[in-house]
């Protein structure tokens, strides 16, 4: 099993910057893919950045540019950094990871507010 715990959302003004972060504990080793998802009311989930145990990143067109996604596999941590953000960047933002074996683990999520 594997455990996320979210950290760094709020609210910001157009424009401005945030910095997601979060931290896995349980069974780390077993993590391959880890990033960040988002869900704004009445939306579905959607990717918005991940990263490979290797490095590979990926990113939602909304965001390449913008955003900027890294790992510490030492210290097990995924951070986003998040720049120029819009109001259509508000929502909800879930950590999640992808295991060697397909399961999928989520965090709790952490609120982004861009106001307008």
């Known amino acids: 099993q594997v455990q996320l715990v979210e950290s760094g959302g709020g609210l910001v003004q157009t424009g401005g910057s945030l910095r997601l972060s979060c931290a896995a504990s349980?069974?780390?080793?077993?993590?391959?893919?880890i990033g960040w998802y988002r869900q704004a009311p009445g939306n579905q989930r959607e990717l918005v950045a991940d990263i490979s145990r290797g490095g590979r990143t990926n990113y939602a067109d909304s965001v390449k540019g913008r955003f900027t996604i890294s790992r510490d596999n030492a210290k097990n941590t995924v951070a986003m950094q998040m720049n120029s953000l819009k109001p259509e960047d508000t929502a909800v933002y879930y950590c999640?990871?992808?295991?060697?074996?397909?399961?999928?683990?989520w965090g709790q999520g952490t609120q982004v507010t861009v106001s307008s």
């Open positions: 999640y990871a992808l295991s060697w074996s397909s399961s999928n683990y």
């Open positions: 349980g069974s780390t080793g077993s993590i391959n893919v």
